[in-house]
């Protein structure tokens, strides 16, 4: 407890791998450097991730008798600032983030003090408010590498009470009580499993960590092992002993090398102390762990084709029965549960089932880490109570869409899951509800998605990874993902025909109920709830070759041409104005949007979210722009040379006459496309003056009247007719 809680000032960096890839290394050292070449009394500790990924590095800062402060976007040029305050004896508050005074490590409870009340506690900030710690405990607090800090938090006595107790079938019905599941996907009861192992009579039995996450945007795992690595060695030496296993195997993907590195650090201190090896804790227990790096496979997910991974053979699924508990790894009962699976264990035995159980739904017991990513404002791990609705997730833990977009839709689980959209954010998610959406839990994933995501795409995307990942053993998986992919690649460039969603629909319903495994069964997840829930993206594919959020890029001009609802082609106006061909200029905007000078000064300009400039510096500003290109012809001597040569575009004469009712913006358009195309149109207008709400609802100062005589003439030189003062129904 000396190095949490030491007489001196104690300074943690967050050195998970988000924090190093913004820059904590560099912190870290910046602080060893200063603190060694000032002789500073401090502690200085790597810690693991606290979960706030988007205010990433975080350094946590305490005072003797004072509170933990956890300072926010710490950069190297931070250091020297932060050192002064504390040699002060003060916190810089202006990095502050949050403050911790007390905190429940569930095996352990620190008071670390009270003060700064300018800054707020942790549990007061929007994105931990909802949020319950069980699993994610310890991270961000205690270094992962030293074993001594986990053990001051209560580290390893619920190994030592189970062992001191010597009753391994209570602590199964523990885990049965405590209603556990597996936080792998499917969600089997954890407890169940552990007997079905226990009761497997051999001679050697296996327990396995499934660390193997291959989930895009998916990293619960990595930071878990990160951060906290010995109290998955724990939960697995418990199991282990429950279920008379004499090895576990944590099989990680290669990936991730910093979760590999203090893993196998974390394993040689517990054989250094006792807790791994032939006599654990010197009650006659052998028990051993070790770590096998996977190649990265997504199908060694499932549990058999982990195991034939294991065993030296390529990674396919293998039927089942016989299942893993009967018949594993080399043939002998093996049990496998997920990382998160296993982080439960510790707190269970501590605190009992009955606590465990008074969090999250009547079926789905406890909490769940979530990696919340894409377009939301607070990015990060977030470990919310099952049932917790998915609304909480992305509006109050989240803070709604990033840069204040509105969020179109969520996905949920990863490459297996599905896209769930808006007006269903009130879904509590836990297994059940999830699955009766055609999504998953799956190991945690949450996607967040706007108006710039096409959901045809996100299909063709999640479709495009199971295809890529499939192991190939069955035709159902690897036939129907491959034919599945070339239609969706047929919807993105416009050529699907109208029976192509009919056939993609059928064809994921037969991938999902005829696949050998997981990976195959949950694959169309995605391809059929956007089917369900977006249909008319897909047939805007079909009918329109158009892409409204602009992804496709064979079928969308620029982003800003995309989002415009005139769809005008800005590209060309813009390169024609570049090259000083006003005129031509002109023309390409009147041609795509009669009244340009109006819009030019009303337009909301959409395009600007989607302008690519905005990643350099700001948005080129098209409102502006073409109203610029409208104003100097119209206030020019080249208006009357344009406006014929406008009009004599009109195609041949139809002999046909259409009536047009009221000459506001939406009429005076369509009466110069009809001409255009050869009409003779007559526009009725009960106004005395032309221009409907562009002349009497917007103020003078904003759009002159004089602009809008300007565009009208435009029109009526094109062989429209404009009658005001007539109504219909009355005058005619």
Not at 260 to 272: D, G, K
Not at 443 to 454: A, L, Q
Not at 554 to 579: F, G, K, T
Request: proline share 6%; net charge negative.
């Amino acid at each position: 407890m000396a190095k949490l809680l030491p007489p001196r000032p104690r300074i943690g960096v967050g050195m998970g791998t988000c924090g190093a890839g913004n820059g904590a290394e560099g912190v870290y050292h910046g602080f060893a450097e200063a603190i060694g070449q000032q002789g500073c009394d401090m502690r200085l500790a790597p810690v693991g991730c606290f979960g706030f990924c988007a205010q990433e590095p975080l350094v946590n800062v305490r005072l003797p008798g004072q509170p933990l402060v956890i300072l926010r976007q710490v950069a190297t040029s931070d250091v020297a600032g932060i050192l002064d305050a504390v040699r002060e004896n003060r916190i810089p508050e202006k990095l502050a983030l949050c403050k911790i005074e007390e905190w429940d490590h569930l095996t352990a409870h620190i008071q670390y003090g009270a003060g700064y009340p300018k800054i707020p506690l942790w549990n007061e900030v929007p994105f931990f408010k909802p949020q319950k710690k069980i699993v994610l405990r310890n991270c961000g607090l205690i270094s992962p590498d030293d074993i001594e800090e986990y053990i001051a938090v209560g580290g390893y006595q619920s190994l030592y009470k189970v062992l001191i107790d010597a009753n391994p079938e209570l602590v199964i019905e523990q885990i049965k009580a405590s209603k556990l599941r597996g936080r792998g996907g499917a969600g089997f009861l954890t407890g169940i499993k552990w007997e079905f192992m226990r009761r497997a009579a051999a001679g050697q039995k296996f327990l396995i960590c499934n660390a193997d996450e291959g989930d895009p945007g998916a990293y619960m795992n990595r930071n878990e092992i990160e951060s906290d690595p010995h109290a998955l060695l724990e939960g697995m030496i418990i199991g282990g002993y429950v279920m008379e296993a004499t090895e576990g195997i944590v099989y990680v993907r290669a990936e991730y090398p910093l979760a590999v590195h203090r893993l196998n650090r974390a394993i040689e201190q517990a054989r250094q102390s006792g807790l791994l090896g032939d006599n654990v804790m010197g009650r006659g227990f052998r028990f051993d762990i070790r770590l096998v790096e996977g190649a990265g496979a997504f199908v060694c997910g499932e549990e058999t084709a982990l195991i034939a991974s294991l065993e030296g053979f390529a990674g396919r699924p293998r039927p089942r029965p016989p299942f893993p508990a009967q018949k594993g790894l080399y043939g002998q009962p093996t049990n496998i549960n997920n990382v998160e699976t296993w982080y439960n264990i510790a707190p269970i035995v501590s605190k009992g089932p009955a606590w465990f159980s008074e969090t999250g739904s009547a079926k789905s017991a406890g909490t769940k880490v979530f990696s919340l990513v894409g377009k939301v404002a607070n990015t990060g791990l977030v470990e919310m109570p099952l049932g917790t609705p998915l609304k909480t997730f992305i509006y109050d833990v989240g803070e709604g869409g990033s840069d204040g977009r509105p969020v179109k839709a969520v996905q949920t689980g990863g490459p297996s899951g599905g896209c769930i959209p808006q007006e269903m954010f009130d879904t509590p998610v836990d297994y059940e509800t999830l699955a009766q959406l055609g999504s998953i839990m799956g190991s945690g994933g949450i996607v967040v998605m706007d108006e710039d995501n096409c959901m045809v795409d996100v299909a063709r995307y999640f479709i495009e990874f199971t295809h890529s990942e499939s192991c190939g053993k069955c035709i159902p998986c690897r036939v129907g993902l491959d034919q599945s992919l070339r239609l969706l690649n047929a919807f993105t460039r416009g050529k699907a025909g109208e029976t192509a969603l009919e056939q993609l629909d059928e064809m994921g319903r037969m991938i999902r109920d005829m696949s050998l495994c997981g990976l195959g069964q949950s694959a169309p997840n995605p391809l059929l709830t956007t089917i369900r829930h977006f249909r008319h993206e897909f047939e805007d594919h079909i009918r329109a070759k158009r892409c409204r959020a602009g992804v496709c890029e064979d079928l969308a001009l620029s982003p800003c041409e995309n989002s415009c609802p005139l769809h005008m082609n800005v590209p060309r106006y813009l390169q024609l104005l570049q090259e000083g061909r006003l005129e031509e200029a002109f023309e390409a905007v009147v041609l795509d949007n009669p009244l340009p000078a109006s819009t030019g000064r009303v337009c909301q300009h959409p395009c600007d979210h989607r302008c690519r400039r905005r990643s350099l510096d700001s948005a080129v500003n098209m409102r502006d722009v073409h109203r610029h290109i409208a104003d100097a012809i119209f206030e020019s001597d080249r208006f009357d040379a344009l406006a014929d040569r406008i009009a004599a575009r009109r195609l041949p004469s139809t002999d046909r006459k259409v009536a047009v009712v009221g000459a506001g913006p939406t009429g005076l358009a369509a009466a110069f496309y009809l001409a255009l195309l050869g009409h003779q149109v007559t526009v009725y207008e009960s106004n005395a003056e032309p221009g409907g709400m562009l002349r009497y609802a917007i103020p003078e100062y904003r759009l002159p009247t004089s602009v809008i005589r300007r565009e009208v003439e435009l029109i009526r030189r094109m062989g429209v007719e404009i009658q005001c003062g007539v109504t219909i129904g009355t005058d005619i």
